[in-house]
Antibody, heavy 121, light 107 residues
Framework: EVQLVESGGDLIQPGGSLRLSCAAS????????MSWVRQAPGKGLEWVSL???????FYADSVKGRFTISRDNSNNILYLHMNSLRAGDTAVYYC???????????????WGQGTMVTVSS | DIQMTQSPSSLSASVGDRVTITCRAS??????LNWYQQKPGKAPKLLIY???TFQSGVPSRFSGSGSGTDFTLTISSLQPEDFATYYC?????????FGGGTKVEIK
């Protein structure tokens, strides 16, 4: 079964660091584009970061310089390393596979269940 | 950055109604437009990609259209399981961006 399972969410103080994990099954993380998307309580979806198969990475301006996306190819896990956390980073964080359709169209076709990050003192 | 604007932000409808949601991009995105459905407490689910192509398993009452800057998602006959929030998303360029969402509620 194709599946993503996130973990690592927690209550963390402002300025702290956290690492989120996303374990994939049924497909290979390193041969797919992968992404993180977040959703603040009661709000809409916000794209956070993207990693290509060649290792190129992209970030939303709101997290650039503070968050780092990476992957462990041996264990088929995607990570999001978060530093200098702020109250505005409080959200459910989803990992998602970027499905590539017909070689050009791309969409988030597989999503995890999400993990909650709360930044508060 | 490409801004995605959805309208309406919410609507009330009855089972069997035809529902149309609009998404407008701040610049042309060709057909690089996706639609998702999200139910409370759940992850989003991909409905339509490339503006009008169904994801596998999506009922045929859902349809998408448009290109350039203007797109629509139509539900031809609203079913009880369709009450949810719908988001559009552009995949034309990074930063990838979502519309603000349209909450479809029961009238």
């Amino acid at each position: 079964e194709v599946q993503l399972v996130e973990s690592g969410g927690d209550l963390i103080q402002p300025g702290g660091s956290l690492r989120l994990s996303c374990a994939a099954s049924g497909f290979t993380v390193s041969t797919n584009y992968m992404s993180w998307v977040r959703q603040a309580p009661g709000k809409g979806l916000e794209w956070v970061s993207l990693i290509y198969t060649d290792g190129n990475t992209f970030y939303a301006d709101s997290v650039k310089g503070r968050f780092t996306i990476s992957r462990d190819n041996s264990n088929n896990i995607l990570y999001l390393h978060m530093n200098s956390l702020r109250a505005g980073d409080t959200a459910v964080y989803y990992c998602a596979r970027v499905g590539r359709f017909g070689g050009t169209a791309e969409a988030f076709d597989i999503w995890g269940q999400g993990t909650m990050v709360t930044v508060s003192s | 950055d490409i801004q995605m604007t959805q309208s309406p932000s919410s609507l009330s409808a009855s089972v069997g109604d035809r529902v149309t949601i609009t998404c407008r991009a701040s610049q042309s995105i060709s057909r690089y437009l996706n639609w998702y459905q999200q139910k409370p407490g759940k992850a989003p689910k991909l409905l339509i990609y490339a503006a009008s192509t169904f994801q596998s398993g999506v009922p045929s009452r859902f349809s998408g259209s448009g290109s350039g800057t203007d797109f629509t998602l139509t539900i031809s006959s609203l079913q009880p399981e369709d009450f949810a929030t719908y988001y559009c998303q552009q995949s034309y360029s990074t930063p990838l961006t979502f519309g603000g969402g349209t909450k479809v509620e029961i009238k």
